[in-house]
């Protein structure tokens, strides 16, 4: 009866994880569409972009953790889940409706990722368009100047008429 009532607790415990997951999921979702936000805008700022890449660094790391904690659990209580479908009947219906919304999300996640690298690609090729301008704008303008700077002066004309 004990250890009925620890799997019931694991079991339950399973289902709270993978609506965790979901709301971490979601919550990446978002982010990403705030990335891709910026990365559509002409003028990113990259401190934002950077600070969305960190977050959703620290949300990934815990949903890493939400899946070992579930596959731990899991493997407690595979055996039991097998054998008395019908007494976790409920939480496995809410574990497979969770797990079909998880891998929805999944889905949607890396979908806009991938559109976002495309934009990625775009920003940097910009931003090194502008780099090797600015560079060649650069070595222009000092070999003006140096060219400028060995330039005669007006008082010592090439044309002296000695003559004169």
Known sequence: MEQENNNSVYVNMMVDSLDRKKRILEYILVKTREQESLLKDEEMDPEAFRAIIDEKGEQIDELNKIDEGFDTLFSY?????????MTYRK??????????DVSELGIQIQALEH???GHFKVYLANQRKLIRDFNVNSRTTTSY????????KTEQSYFFNKTK
Do not use: H
């Open 145 to 152: 100047y140096q060219n400028m700077a060995n330039v005669p």
């Open 77 to 85: 209580v595979e055996k039991e889940i097998k054998e008395n479908r």
């Open 115 to 117: 559109q976002n690298s």
């Open 91 to 100: 939480q496995i219906e809410q574990m497979q409706q969770l797990i079909g």
